[in-house]
């Protein structure tokens, strides 16, 4: 099992909650971005640089991820993607992807895309919050803890 980190937009502390963790249970969180990611040394962190371009750290992500891996991303696309693989999909803020939902939220990004191209405001997702912080941090220890165990 390894951990993929959709790198670009990650926050800063999500970062640092799965550096820690890395060298906790030992394993190998890999954060892929189109630019250079400072990591600290450690046998278990490291970082891909991809090309820039629309969805390339995202398609290199997928092709990189195995049935089990976890993967860190907002982006529902690609959480479709990893979660058709037989991957997990977790977002910063600590909500699941899952096949129960994915479809859903889907249909409404793509429906907030089509009243933005109309010129329609939407407004963005709020700010991060030390909330979500704390969400993050007990779904990924809940499931590197099981992730252990299995």
């Not at 970062?15 to 963790?21: G, H, I, P, S």
């Not at 479809?103 to 793509?110: I, K, P, S």
């Amino acid at each position: 099992m390894q951990v993929w980190v959709d790198a670009d937009a990650c926050p800063a502390v999500v970062k640092e909650m799965l550096f820690r963790a890395a060298r906790r249970v030992e394993v190998c969180v890999t954060l892929v971005a189109n630019q250079y990611l400072r990591t600290p040394p450690s046998p278990f962190i490291k970082s891909i640089q991809v090309p820039s371009g629309f969805d390339v750290a995202d398609a290199r992500i997928v092709e990189l991820t195995e049935a089990g891996d976890l993967v860190i991303t907002a982006d529902i696309p690609l959480a479709a993607a990893v979660l058709d693989k037989g991957a997990h999909a977790l977002d910063p803020r600590g909500n699941w992807f899952s096949r129960e939902n994915i479809a859903e939220r889907l249909t409404m990004r793509d429906v907030m895309d089509q009243l933005r191209s109309t010129g329609i405001e939407t407004g963005g997702p709020s700010p991060y919050s030390s909330r979500d912080s704390n969400t993050f941090a007990g779904q990924l220890d809940r499931f590197l803890a099981r992730h252990r165990k299995a």
